[in-house]
């Protein structure tokens, strides 16, 4: 996991979070700061976390492709162990797909700042489009006072940046990707 940078993981984590809950984002930070796999049980012991949910957790992580597994015979009992893993290759994917889903996001806004004009109230700082404004007449809808043309260049600027990094953020890693 060494090459991913710590803010794609931050990201990342949140991401598992918002799909899986503190559960998924716990266990899946075990297994992506492990140099080897893990059996549930070492999960268990280093999450915390309850028996049952760990469990779960680690097929929901599976079916969402972002962990794997090995199943071998324990020679004891001849039951399964399942010996668990970060997919780094899906990772990597994944990453990659959301990543180009802002930059469309980021992408979109930019054309949304471009193509409109937009007026502010100096009061509460609402935002209307030209069109909006003119329904309007130009009095702000929530209290009434003049509204104010915004020079909305220094958000355009911004937005043209972190769209020219992300852009080739991503033709990198896509680069690394098809090269194995
Ligand atoms: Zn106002």
Redesign the pocket.
Known sequence: MGKRKTSNMKDLYTFIESILGPTGREVFKVLANSTKELLDDEIVKKTGLDEQDVRKTLYELHNIGLVTYKKMRNPEDSRYIYYWRVDAIRLNHVLLQRKKAVLNKLKERLEYEKNNTFFK?P??G?RLTYDEALENDFK?P??G?ELEMEDNSEVVRKLETLIKELEEEVKREEKLISHG
Request: hydrophobic content about 40%; charged content about 25%.
């Open positions: 109230c009061i509460d609402v702000c929530r209290c006072a």
